[in-house]
């Protein structure tokens, strides 16, 4: 079932998302050669605190931490680790968040926003989610590096343009899947977008190509109050992946290079707002 969403709700979404597109921003500015992506993990997970909210990440399906940190290869889910970036590496950062905190116990600055008025009118509200990922060159990329991430952030603007009310859902999809075809590259089939808001992930699915010969996948006409999680994944090689031996990532099967960029998006009166817009 798809929940549409009332203007308070994409309002305190708006604000989620807003800290979400701050966090992430902070992190592209960390990437550099020698970071770990523990290291990285640490400071989203302490600014998001910072800023009032709760990862929407971590404890979802067991996951045990703030943030994904998917290098080359590795499309979506990697575990942060020990593991530290190298020149011309590329690096997905995909975060959730939970705004406002609607467990306060469980945030490092409970104690100094619960006695703000602010927070005290916060306090109860039901959280909701945004959902957001960029990927970063690691300093000197080669150019397949950098066509890869052009295409994928573009297919995501493509979508994103696709996006108002009355249009079908399957126009996004394929709009998608066209834009990153013609650029001589694959579309990750088997990982897709989603609606985003009371859950992390909810009704409908997103897949970003087109679907029209399956039916594995419904197509729905797109309504005002809808909130979704826009997600091209983009492959150098084949569009065929793999687990990771922890279980939690997702790898191309030949090992070629991946992208990933997404947004949370409110469908409009007339179009759609960026709710996690850098």
Known sequence: MIRIKTKDEIEL?????????????????????????????????????????????????????????????????????????????????????????????????????????????????????TDAAITVAVGNASPEAKKIIEVAKGALAV???????????????????????????????ELIGHGVGYELHEDPEIPNFDFSNTRQFKDVVLKEGMTLAIEPMVAAGSHKIKKSKDKFGYLTEDDSLAAHFEHTVAVTEKGCEILTKI
Do not use: W
């Open 13 to 129: 979404m708006r604000q989620g998302g807003k800290i979400l597109a701050q966090v992430l921003g902070e992190l592209a500015k960390k990437i550099k050669p020698g970071i770990t992506t523990k290291e990285l993990d640490e400071l989203a997970e302490n600014l998001i605190y910072q800023h009032g909210a709760l990862p929407g990440f971590k404890g979802f399906n067991d996951y045990p931490t703030t943030l994904c940190t998917s290098i080359n290869e590795e499309i979506v889910h990697a575990l942060p680790s020990s593991r530290r970036l190298k020149e011309g590496d590329i690096i997905g950062l995909d975060l959730g968040v939970l705004y406002p905190p609607e467990n306060c116990n469980a945030c490092a600055m409970a104690h100094s926003c619960g006695g703000s008025p602010r927070g005290e009118a916060l306090r109860g509200q039901k959280g909701l989610y």
């Open 159 to 189: 979508a994103i343009d696709k996006i108002k009310p009355g249009r079908k859902l399957s126009e996004v999809s394929v709009a998608i899947e066209n834009f990153v075809k013609k650029q001589g590259l694959a579309v990750i089939r």
